[in-house]
């Protein structure tokens, strides 16, 4: 039977710094340009930093992907998958939700026509508009909503502690695997660990003056995001093994692509637009 293989601590200085660098700037582009902080987690102006910082990511994004799935063709795979995604985010953010929706299986039909005949498997651009739109849409929509940038926090904080905390606690206590075909450095300790760090960061969040949140509803979507976060590192990892590739890409020092970062988000925020959807109807208050 193959051994496992063991975290590699050697890139553990990488990660931290390449961490010090993407945190502020998620955050600086959620919060937007405003001089008074309280104020400006009420309303939903200033978004375009958002808007271009989800732009970047989308066309990174599509890149990694047609290089994962179009080896013999990723520019124009990942040119098509680009204009796909950012149809529906620009739709979004113009508020015409409804449409950007809809755009989505237009543009998967439109990414895998245009992969006819260069890629080994067209519906493969198809997917990846299935991907990385629906998240990308989420973003946008979840901060779009009142009291969005508070929502958008959270998301990051339950994201964030889900994998800090599944980091921390499994590298301590390591134990059974979680999954060892796909990845093999997951163990159930840390597992446990990330959803409780999940838990735990949605429960602060609330507790924060001004966002209108209980914290029994809080703990619940912590749960949830921290579970759609680590759903959403499992199947990357599934999909990396089947198009037989280490890492999404390098452009991230000591975590490979940025799909092999944003790869759990991309799971989390349909659930946490789902949350702040209930919520909307009345749950949660």
Request: glycine letters at 12%; a positive charge; aromatic letters at 10%.
């Amino acid at each position: 039977m193959p051994q496992a293989r063991r975290f590699d601590w050697s890139n553990l200085g990488l990660r931290i710094a390449s961490g010090v660098v993407l945190v502020p700037t998620a955050l600086y582009a959620t919060l937007g340009q405003h001089q008074h902080w309280v104020p400006a987690l009420q309303g939903r102006q200033e978004a375009l930093p958002y808007l271009l910082m989800i732009s970047v990511g989308v066309a990174l994004l599509s890149i990694e992907w047609g290089g994962m799935s179009a080896p013999g063709a990723p520019v124009r795979v990942s040119a098509a998958v680009t204009a796909a995604v950012l149809a529906a985010v620009f739709l979004g953010y113009k508020d015409h939700f409804v449409l950007g929706w809809l755009v989505i299986p237009v543009g998967a039909i439109a990414a895998a026509l245009v992969a006819r005949g260069v890629a080994e498997r067209p519906a493969d651009a198809a997917y990846g508009v299935f991907y990385i739109a629906p998240a990308a849409l989420c973003l946008i929509w979840l901060r779009a909503t009142n009291q969005g940038v508070w929502w958008a926090l959270m998301l990051f904080a339950c994201t964030w502690g889900a994998d800090i905390g599944a980091f921390a606690v499994g590298s301590t206590l390591k134990g059974p695997k979680l999954w060892p075909r796909f990845s093999p450095n997951k163990t159930w300790s840390g597992f446990v660990g990330g959803l409780a760090a999940a838990m735990g960061a949605g429960t602060l969040m609330a507790s924060l003056p001004y966002f209108q949140l209980s914290l029994w509803a809080a703990a619940v979507i912590g749960l949830t995001v921290g579970l759609a976060t680590m759903a959403g590192d499992l199947w990357e990892s599934a999909l990396k093994r089947r198009f037989g590739v280490k890492d999404s890409g390098d452009i991230i020092p000591g975590h490979g692509g940025l799909l092999d970062r944003v790869d759990g988000l991309m799971f989390a925020v349909v659930v946490m637009a789902a949350a702040r959807l209930a919520n909307h109807l009345g749950w949660g208050h």
